[in-house]
């Protein structure tokens, strides 16, 4: 009883959260080693400094604490002879070579901006580096464009101290004003922040489940609020939403879950100085709101399916490390396929087939990969340049997850559409962090429990 429909919420009972967590414990080591370990997978080559946030003006967003900083690889010396330009000149075949420019004559008008007087329709900057099969704007890897080369190990995601009104305009432009109607993007904030009934001392499997059940009620329920008719027709399980809406939401909230889920474990006390996990800010973010955890228990199953999905290409195409050395190249292939054939081994664990088939399912196709891209581009409002990082590099990975899902191996599309170094390092890097992720909930959870159980 293994398979996730998109149709479902995580928590239901065939998808149960200890499926994927007892899955995650074979997958983590294996993805640890790779992330860690190999120098193609622990680098990134983004832009990011020099993009300006297309949206609005974003100068008064900006974090000043140095724990926002990023240390970027500025000597070419200390770049690893996988990432250097001498390396990347020299990438070919078919998961590395550039689509090439797209025909201008059937894109539409730039329209770089967001907020009320934007309509239904998406807010859609064609640009020059997308194949039409990409869902994120990719971080240009050509030698000759303007990048920083990062280690992501040097720069891990956790508390910065990013908040206020900046972050939250992100958050709100996310899940509400970039380009989806108002109604297919319900939000705890405009439902009011939520009303777990239990409690955050009662967090245990079975009492999440019949929370979130609860609180699913509850807010159906709820007749105050000034949206009371979008609320009520929508309901946090947005019944009349069709599934890639719904679906698009759980992505969008089970990144920022995820994100929680860091910044919370590996918080900074201030007093001493000290970055250790924080319980309250774990309860207050996400164990109060079930359906936050199980959307980022949502995402760990479809990114792990858009992994084991790739596993067979990345063996029958023999995609390339590192061409200058032998060696790592096979070590780096070793590393990669043990993590696919890991997460290969629960049976299709999400089921990608059942999106974009009926009613205005294929129609949709088009303008939830614009939507995604405009996601991507918000990144660049992100006022703390480390949040920018993580969040370019986990919008990356979920924009190559739904490329190898939707765009890989069905009939209209027989060739596998292009990888780029950057969505592959993007993909497992955001599977990695989504591992963390269940781990500290886990953990999280047991503390939970012990201090429930000293009471
Ligand atoms: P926020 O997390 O800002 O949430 C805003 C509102 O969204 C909440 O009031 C709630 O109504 C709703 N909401 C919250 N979680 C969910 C969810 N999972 N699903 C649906 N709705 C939800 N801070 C760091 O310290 N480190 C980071 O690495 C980091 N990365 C970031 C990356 C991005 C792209 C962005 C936009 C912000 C990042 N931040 C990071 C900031 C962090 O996410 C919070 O915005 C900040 O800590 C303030 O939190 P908050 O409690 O005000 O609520």
Redesign the pocket.
């Known amino acids: 009883c293994y398979q996730i429909s998109p149709k479902a919420i995580v928590s239901d009972a065939c998808a149960s959260y200890s499926t994927l967590e007892r899955l995650n414990h074979q997958v983590k080591p294996a993805l640890d080693e790779l992330v860690q370990t190999t120098d193609f997978f622990s680098h990134y080559r983004l832009n990011l400094f020099n993009k300006k946030c297309p949206f609005w003006n974003d100068e008064n967003g900006m974090c000043g604490n140095i724990?926002c900083a990023v240390e970027t690889l500025d000597n070419e010396e200390d770049i690893p002879e996988v990432w250097r330009a001498s390396e990347l000149g020299k990438l070919e075949g078919p998961h590395a070579k550039h689509p090439g420019k797209r025909a201008q004559k059937d894109r539409q008008p730039l329209q770089g901006k967001l907020g009320e007087d934007v309509g239904e329709s998406c807010v859609v900057e064609y640009d020059d580096e997308c194949d039409e099969r990409d869902y994120c704007v990719p971080e240009d890897e050509s030698a000759t464009s303007k990048g920083d080369y990062v280690s992501l190990l040097r720069n891990p995601?956790?508390?910065?101290?990013?908040?206020?009104d900046g972050?939250?305009q992100?958050?709100?432009a996310?899940?509400r004003e970039n380009c989806f109607q108002r109604s297919s993007f319900p939000?705890?904030?405009?439902?009011g922040?939520s009303k777990t009934p239990e409690g955050p001392a009662a967090m245990d499997f079975k009492a999440v489940m019949e929370a979130a059940g609860r609180q699913r009620v509850l807010e159906e329920q709820r007749q105050t609020s000034p949206l009371t008719p979008f609320v009520a027709k929508t309901g946090l399980e947005y019944e009349d939403e069709c599934l890639e809406k719904r679906v698009f939401?759980k992505v969008?909230?089970?990144?920022?879950?995820s994100?929680?889920a860091?910044?919370c474990w590996d918080f900074l006390n201030q007093s001493t100085g000290q970055r250790q996990p924080n319980l309250a800010c774990y309860i207050?973010?996400?164990h109060k709101?079930p359906?936050?955890i199980s959307?980022?228990y949502f995402n760990y199953a479809l990114v792990t399916r858009a992994i084991a999905k790739l596993g067979p290409y990345l063996s029958k195409y023999n995609y390339t490390f590192c061409r200058s050395d032998p060696s790592q190249d096979a070590a780096t292939r070793a590393k990669v396929l043990a993590v696919t054939e890991k997460a290969s081994s629960v049976p299709q664990i999400f089921d990608e087939s059942l999106m974009f088939k009926n009613g205005e399912g294929p129609s949709l196709k088009e303008d939830f990969r614009n939507r995604f891209r405009n996601v991507s581009r918000?990144?660049d409002?992100?006022g703390?340049d480390?949040?920018?990082l993580?969040?370019k590099v986990?919008?990356a990975g979920y924009g190559a997850a739904l490329k190898v899902l939707f765009e890989f191996d069905n009939n209209e599309n027989p060739e596998p559409p292009v990888l780029k170094r950057t969505e592959l390092v993007a993909l497992f890097n955001t599977y990695a962090r989504l591992s963390s992720s269940l781990n500290a909930i886990q953990q999280f959870r047991k503390m939970v429990e012990d201090a429930e159980a000293a009471e």
Request: with cysteine.
């Open positions: 724990a995601e956790r508390f910065t101290g990013y908040a206020g972050a939250k992100v958050w709100d996310i899940y939000h705890s904030a405009s439902l922040e939401y969008m909230s089970g990144m920022h879950a994100i929680s860091h910044l207050n973010r996400l709101y359906e936050r959307n980022l918000l990144m409002c992100v703390c480390k949040c920018r993580w969040g986990q919008t």
